[in-house]
């Protein structure tokens, strides 16, 4: 997840805990989508405290933990049919 989008996504999930990113690379041929929450405590507490804007790297909890992970939980049914669009095209 790029920053913008982990800060995006914090303030869904200081919101709802459950909240999942869906996050679409549609011209990423080898990984087009992916689902992740942020870790917590650890990757909460690195987005809460951050107060950079734009695209920026971020530190890395200092328990060593991934600020996000992918969900595991989440089941991606291959027979549900889907289009995804790319409105940032012409």
Do not use: W
Not at 38 to 53: T, W
Not at 71 to 90: A, E
Request: glycine content about 4%; overall charge negative.
């Amino acid at each position: 997840m790029s920053s913008v989008d982990l800060h995006t996504h914090y303030s869904y999930q200081i919101m709802l805990p459950e909240a999942i990113a869906i996050v679409m690379a549609p011209t990423d041929t080898s990984s087009p989508h992916g689902i992740f929450h942020l870790s917590d405590p650890s990757g909460v507490s690195v987005i809460r405290h951050c107060q950079q804007r734009g695209f920026h790297p971020h530190e890395e909890p200092s328990d060593g933990s991934p600020i996000y992970e992918h969900c595991s939980h989440v089941y991606m049914n291959p027979n549900l049919k889907y289009d995804v669009v790319d409105l940032r095209r012409d």
